[in-house]
């Protein structure tokens, strides 16, 4: 048992100041921009920026002393200890004073003239059809950007005013990324509105598109949303916006981040009076499927929870 270590005040405020980005960067950590956030490579559902971090799944978050607790599985000695440089004399930088900055307003990227890239990735690298592709670009809800010829997936409110958008790289070579615009309000993530009774929830644009290219038969009837990520603000904001919305199919991804994230969701919507089942892509998502030539056999009767 290791010798109980007394840290001053000074200690702790020192160690909880550490800048997180630096700290992982340095334990050979990859980390992705999320607006003004880093998101890890390997857990995306966890963000840090400066010496703060937060677990979008489990909903916790804080400083430096407890990330390295939370994600590393230390204790606090161990962690404090960390942070402080007793480990191979390693040293990390503080992190800058937060500054509070005012929210950027949000606006859409200027489209480009045309939509070939667009097309061209999603047809022929994600094989998403090309009906598919094209009914959302007539709605005016996925367009290219001009500078960097991007999918743009946009996001509505209930006045079909643009409230937010996700872009997606079209490049097959080199570095892809994913962020949503800063400015874009959650609720109102990629989504389309049916006539039926029954809303599918995916973790991803693509996947959605993706889901429809394999089970095209009537699409048009039932709703879709893309929570691009795993929080379910925009499930919330649906359900309240079409009452006839009753049952709720949870498509996340096939991976721990995505069913833990369907779990709780799940749990939530049957409080709520919803009837909700957990719909599993074969592979780990409904991409993967898509482009792998997979599907299965009535995706309603194979939820993972009945309806």
Not at 175 to 197: I, L, T, W
Not at 272 to 286: E, Q
Request: a negative charge.
């Amino acid at each position: 048992m290791g010798t109980y270590i007394h840290f001053t005040d000074e200690q702790k405020e020192r160690a909880n100041s550490v800048d997180l980005e630096e700290f992982l960067r340095q334990r050979g950590e990859k980390l992705l921009r999320a607006g003004r956030e880093s998101r890890l490579a390997r857990v995306h559902h966890i963000t840090v920026r400066g010496n703060e971090w937060y677990d979008h799944i489990a909903r916790q978050g804080g400083h430096a002393v407890s990330f390295v607790q939370h994600y590393y599985g230390m204790s606090y000695q161990e962690a404090m200890e960390l942070l402080l440089g007793n480990e191979l004399g390693a040293t990390y930088p503080a992190a800058e004073p937060k500054r509070e900055e005012p929210p950027k307003p949000f606006a859409l990227p200027p489209p480009n003239a045309d939509m070939r890239c667009v097309y061209a990735y999603l047809m022929k690298q994600r094989r998403v059809s090309r009906e598919v592709v094209t009914h959302f670009a007539r709605s005016g809800l996925l367009y290219e950007d001009a500078q960097y010829h991007n999918c743009v997936f946009v996001g509505t409110d209930e006045h079909g005013v643009p409230r937010h958008a996700h872009k997606r790289s079209t490049n097959s070579q080199g570095k892809s990324f994913k962020v949503n615009v800063e400015g874009s309000r959650p609720q109102y993530s990629f989504h389309h509105a049916g006539r039926d009774g029954l809303l599918y929830v995916f973790e991803a644009p693509i996947d959605l598109l993706s889901f429809l290219t394999l089970y095209p038969d009537r699409w048009q009837e039932h709703s879709y949303v893309a929570l691009c990520g795993t929080g379910g603000q925009a499930v919330r904001w649906i359900l309240e916006q079409d009452p006839s919305l009753q049952s709720v199919v949870l498509c996340l991804d096939h991976d721990e981040p995505g069913q833990t994230a369907a779990r709780r969701l799940q749990e939530e919507l049957q409080g709520a009076g919803y009837h909700s089942g957990i719909l599993l892509p074969v592979h780990k998502d409904w991409n993967d499927d898509l482009v792998q030539g997979q599907t299965v056999t009535g995706p309603a009767m194979t939820m993972g929870q009945s309806m």
